[in-house]
């Protein structure tokens, strides 16, 4: 298979049935963490199941498996201010082991013993989204990233070159980059890869929070929060 194939299998729409309820995803999506059961699933590693209309079938929430496909879609956590389902939620992320959604659902706590210094790194993202296009398009999007490890900030100041670096400042312990306008995915794919740069420095999701807000009558503005820490001992800086 070349690559053009193998690229269109992995983009082509894959439908889904969790519980009744149809879903339809790309297979990468599906990978976004190869070792999660859903990663084996589409990998053939794992034994798949078929309705009678020919879609994979999984016997769990239906319901839930929303919160699942979108975290797989972005990496990010976004929950109803009154959802109250969250110990579910926990079971299913558990089920489908996606090891970075069950840190986002577990409670706030040192993710190390006490006596472990921890290096911490804060991600923010404020994306400006235009309401009535169709598909969403991205008006501009600020990240910024605060740590004291100074290595971490380099790398990412040398190895996202073609972002628009709007600011670095060592001292502030802080860098930060703009871009758009630019497509809803295309802006998720940059995020998702910033993201996975950072947990490659051996950094673990602690926590994230997400919250909403309209300025104008034609814009939504998102924010998201992120922490990411490590034992200081992994890596010296």
Excluded at 25 to 40: E, K
Excluded at 102 to 114: F, G, M, N, R
Excluded at 155 to 184: A, E, L
Aim: charged share 20%; aromatic share 10%; hydrophobic share 35%.
């Amino acid at each position: 298979m070349d690559n053009g194939d193998w690229g269109h299998r992995m983009n082509a729409p894959v439908t889904l049935n969790v519980g009744g309820h149809l879903y339809t995803t790309s297979i990468s999506t599906l990978q976004r963490y190869p070792d999660s059961m859903l990663g084996a699933m589409f990998r053939g590693d794992f034994p798949t199941t078929r309705d009678s209309q020919g879609n994979y079938f999984i016997d769990r929430d239906g319901t839930l498996f929303r919160y699942i496909l979108n975290f797989l879609r972005t990496s990010e956590l976004t929950l109803p201010v009154d959802f109250t389902e969250t110990d579910l939620l926990r079971k299913e992320a558990d089920f489908y082991q996606i090891e970075p959604l069950i840190q986002c659902l577990s409670d706030p706590k040192p993710l190390y013993p006490p006596d472990i210094f921890e290096q911490v790194v804060e991600l923010s993202s404020t994306r400006k989204l235009s309401k009535y296009s169709n598909p969403v398009a991205v008006i501009i999007t600020q990240l910024t990233i605060t740590t004291k490890v100074h290595a971490l900030l380099e790398g990412i100041s040398n190895n996202f070159t073609k972002w628009n670096k709007h600011m670095m400042d060592t001292r502030d312990c802080q860098v930060s980059f703009t871009f758009g306008p630019c497509d809803y995915h295309q802006e998720v794919s940059l995020r998702v890869h910033l993201m996975d740069y950072i947990m490659k420095q051996g950094f673990t999701i602690r926590n994230t929070r997400v919250h909403h807000m309209s300025e104008r009558p034609n814009e939504n503005t998102v924010e998201h929060h992120w922490t990411f820490c490590r034992p200081a001992h992994i890596v010296e800086d």
